[in-house]
């Protein structure tokens, strides 16, 4: 099994920083991608970022130059550095990573369970 565990959420003001961090641990072999996801009230959720084993990124329009996403493989830990929060970024933002445990072929794909970031005015 895999566990991911999410830390970093909270309420700031806009215009300020948070910093995301998803930790994964369990049966692990390779883990291909590692990304976040986030959703507010009544919409979708959607994909803020994902970097994959290569460091290739990913970004939605709507963070580009604002978010930054990197992973510690050592740690099998990836981070979503948020700045310049605005209004609009308030969700609950999910922790998504593609793995491949031990003794599988096949790739898994887990998700955290979710911490809430607040942006207010």
């Known amino acids: 099994q895999v566990q991911l565990v999410e830390s970093g959420g909270g309420l700031v003001q806009a215009g300020e920083s948070l910093r995301l961090s998803c930790a994964a641990s369990?049966?692990?072999?390779?883990?291909?991608?590692m990304g976040w996801y986030r959703q507010s009230p009544g919409k979708q959720r959607e994909l803020v970022a994902q970097?994959?084993?290569?460091?290739?990124?990913n970004y939605a329009d709507s963070v580009k130059g604002r978010f930054t996403i990197s992973r510690d493989n050592a740690k099998r830990t990836v981070y979503l550095q948020m700045d310049t929060l605005g209004l609009e970024d308030s969700a609950v933002y999910y922790c998504n990573v593609i793995v491949q445990v031990f003794g599988s072929w096949t790739y898994d794909e887990v998700w955290g369970q979710g911490t809430l970031v607040t942006v207010s005015s």
């Open positions: 369990g049966n692990i072999y390779r883990i291909p991608a």
């Open positions: 970097i994959e084993s290569t460091d290739s990124t």
